[in-house]
């Protein structure tokens, strides 16, 4: 097979345009074209009056391979990517914790392997997870066990299901397929930027858990890690709250994929002493736009093209007060989401479905802080002082669960907001117009006021008057870091496998279920050697 990069596309190409660019660019005749697929697909929107796919193919010839490369830089012989799964030879059923995507894609290895692992959740499974998130934001009322933050597909399951990462580890490709083989669209293994929304990754979860249960997993919900013993430093069992119900499960390896939101675990890890450091973070608001509007700034004439979709953007500057401040988590026709799973505590984020066809776009606007900026030698710091901020953010927004909002107009002349403008809060329940400053800290206020100013100067419209600013941003990524060693394990205790974005290995759904896949490959791998 060869891989052959670098084809022009227009927007509205089909596969016979695809087959002769490919076949033009290494000067063959199509008829000698076993195959020829679409591997990777980009928008290069550079020149707004110019927009096109990018695209690199994977093509199958009758004719030697070998040759075409050593002629066209632009080709190259490519393998087709394989993942193999070793089979596990332990006696004793390894434990995950958390059902998102670091400990559902755990559970699927240790399940290909023969582990018989055992996966439990403090939250709901994804449907009744569903219904108690729409009952939260429709009425206010949380549900500190199924909320956005826990239940079946973990954090990332009412989100725009963005699969992009940073990571360059090839074991993406396997979390791709799988989300593919499980319900997710194709376009998800090519595209640059893959999403597959809210609506159809919660689909996609559930068949998961289904194949976990098929290859003789256990999937237990509203099940919570409490505890754990250990012998001689060594996991011996996981100690479980079930029903209301304590139980212990017999085992030598606990995979902790907790989320970033599990704060009454983390501090029962830290009473039990496994080293935890604080780490650095971000707080912000989330900012959002007409989606017409950002459309318009990226693409120009081109905008609201069909194949192009909702426009994204990813931008950030760096502030003479040494503040960097960034956009995360675009999500493009997408909604602003009360994230909340903790009583008197408001917090946000963003979601959209497959579509992205909401009337506003959002992203997070973030600063990033530092231990250093909330000075203290616990590592659990950085927790509490996220918990401050939603809790003034809970207090800003009536009490109630309606989000605090103010518009960008106010927010850069430092003025309470009293009505909103022309751009609508997508959040629910509802909102208050109000101070950001009342949840926010001064120093990161000031920062993201002038970060917005200088953003406009790259996305045109950004600090759009009517543009709504809603608080507070605060879980974007984990405040700690459970310490682990080269095998994936506590640094204290053997067995014990901190896992994902909770334990500050990863950021996002695919790094996530990356690092969920690297901790069960090294459980495989000491059940062959011991
Ligand atoms: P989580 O997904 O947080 O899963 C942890 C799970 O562990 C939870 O289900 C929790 O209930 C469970 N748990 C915690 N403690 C215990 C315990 N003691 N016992 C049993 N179970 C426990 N990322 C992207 O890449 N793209 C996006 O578009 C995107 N959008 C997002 C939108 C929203 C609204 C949110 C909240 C997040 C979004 N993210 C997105 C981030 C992404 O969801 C996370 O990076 C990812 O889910 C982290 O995966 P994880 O498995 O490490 O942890």
């Not at 909320?147 to 993406?172: I, P, W, Y």
């Not at 394990?489 to 974005?501: D, K, M, N, R, T």
Request: glycine share 8%; with cysteine.
């Amino acid at each position: 097979m060869i891989r052959i990069s670098n084809i022009h596309l227009p927007l509205d190409y089909t596969s016979e345009t695809v087959l002769n660019k490919a076949a033009k660019l290494i000067n063959v005749d199509k008829k000698f074209f076993k195959s020829c697929t679409i591997f990777r697909r980009s928008i290069d929107a550079r020149k707004k009056d110019n927009i096109f796919f990018l695209a690199t193919v994977d093509a199958e010839l009758f004719v030697n391979e070998e040759k075409i490369c050593k002629k066209f830089k632009n080709a190259e012989i490519a393998e087709k990517y394989e993942y193999t799964v070793e089979k596990f030879r332990g006696t004793v059923s390894p434990v995950v914790v958390g059902a998102g995507p670091a400990g559902l894609f755990a559970a699927l290895i240790l399940a290909q392997s023969g582990a018989n692992p055992i996966l439990i959740e403090r939250g709901r499974d994804v449907d009744t997870r569903t219904e108690d998130v729409h009952n939260f934001w429709k009425n206010g009322i949380l549900d500190t066990t199924s909320n956005v933050q826990f239940g079946e597909g973990g954090a990332g399951a009412f989100s725009d299901g963005k699969l992009t990462t940073g990571t360059k580890d090839t074991r993406q490709r396997k979390v791709l397929i799988e989300f593919v083989k499980h319900g997710a669209p194709d376009e998800i293994l090519y595209n640059a930027k893959p999403h597959i929304g809210t609506d159809k990754l919660r689909p996609t979860v559930k068949s998961i858990r289904n194949e976990i249960i098929r290859l003789g997993g256990k999937v237990m919900f509203e099940t919570k890690l409490i505890g754990f013993s250990a012998k001689d430093n060594s996991v011996t069992s996981a100690e479980i709250e079930h029903n209301g119900t304590k139980q212990t499960i017999d085992t030598n390896a606990i995979i902790l994929a907790i989320g970033h939101s599990a704060r009454d675990t983390f501090e029962m890890l830290n009473e039990k002493a496994i080293p935890i450091e604080a780490k650095a973070f971000s707080v912000g608001a989330r900012i959002e736009h007409h989606r017409e509007m950002i459309d318009k700034s990226q693409y120009g004439k081109f905008a609201g093209n069909k194949a192009l979709g909702a426009a994204s953007y990813k931008t950030n500057v760096h502030l003479e007060n040494g503040r960097g401040v960034y956009t995360f988590c675009m999500c493009p026709g997408g909604k602003v989401v009360n994230a909340s799973s903790e009583e008197n505590r408001l917090c946000t984020n963003g979601m959209s479905e497959f579509a992205r066809n909401e009337e506003n776009s959002n992203a997070a606007l973030l600063v990033g802080i530092t231990p250093a900026d909330y000075q203290s030698e616990n590592p659990l710091a950085g927790m509490y002082f996220q918990r401050e901020l939603e809790h003034k953010a809970f207090v800003a927004g009536g009490e109630n669960f309606n989000a605090p909002v103010q518009r960008v107009c106010d927010f850069i002349e430092n003025k309470a907001s009293t009505k909103i403008g022309d751009v609508k809060p997508s959040v629910g329940p509802d909102f208050t117009p109000t101070d950001l400053n009342k949840c926010l800290p001064d120093f990161i206020t000031n920062s993201m006021r002038q970060a917005i100013v200088q953003m406009d100067k790259k996305l045109h419209g950004f600090s759009y008057g009517d543009a709504v600013l809603t608080g507070v941003e605060t879980r974007s990524s984990s405040p700690i870091r459970i310490m682990r060693n080269n095998n994936l394990q506590s640094i204290s205790v053997a067995g014990l496998y901190p896992c994902g974005e909770g334990a500050g290995y990863a950021g996002g759904i695919i790094s996530a279920a990356v690092d969920g896949i690297k901790c069960a490959e090294k459980i495989i791998e000491n059940s062959i050697s011991e």
